[in-house]
């Protein structure tokens, strides 16, 4: 199989695994990589130590590409009244929500 996206990527198949912030490993990404698709680290919730050590780790144990998907946006400002207003909009059907799903 050959395409410009696989070219690109230099990956066997198409396909990517998910980059999730938190359950993404060195080894997880190697393995997805050395099995010929692109491996992910999801870094969004990492120090940059942490990020580092994950990014090393996944060379010495791949020299296949991967992928490296960071959050590179401003923190929410906190704004009272929106807070007020999502909490007032909600307020009426957490209770049901609660019971459904067993939340105490």
Do not use: K
Not at 65 to 84: G, K, T, Y
């Amino acid at each position: 199989m050959s395409n410009p996206l696989l070219s690109l990527l230099d990956i066997d198949y198409p396909l990517i695994q998910a980059p999730m912030a938190g359950v993404s490993t060195p080894a997880l990404a190697a393995a997805v990589s050395n099995a010929g698709a692109l491996g992910s680290l999801g870094l969004g919730a990492s120090t940059v130590a942490q990020a580092e050590a994950m990014i090393v780790a996944t060379r010495q144990l791949t020299d296949r590409p991967f992928n490296v998907n960071l959050f590179c946006h401003a923190p929410p400002r906190r704004d009272a009244r929106r807070e007020a207003d999502w909490a007032t909009t909600l307020r009426p059907i957490l209770p049901a929500m609660a019971v459904r799903h067993r939340i105490r």
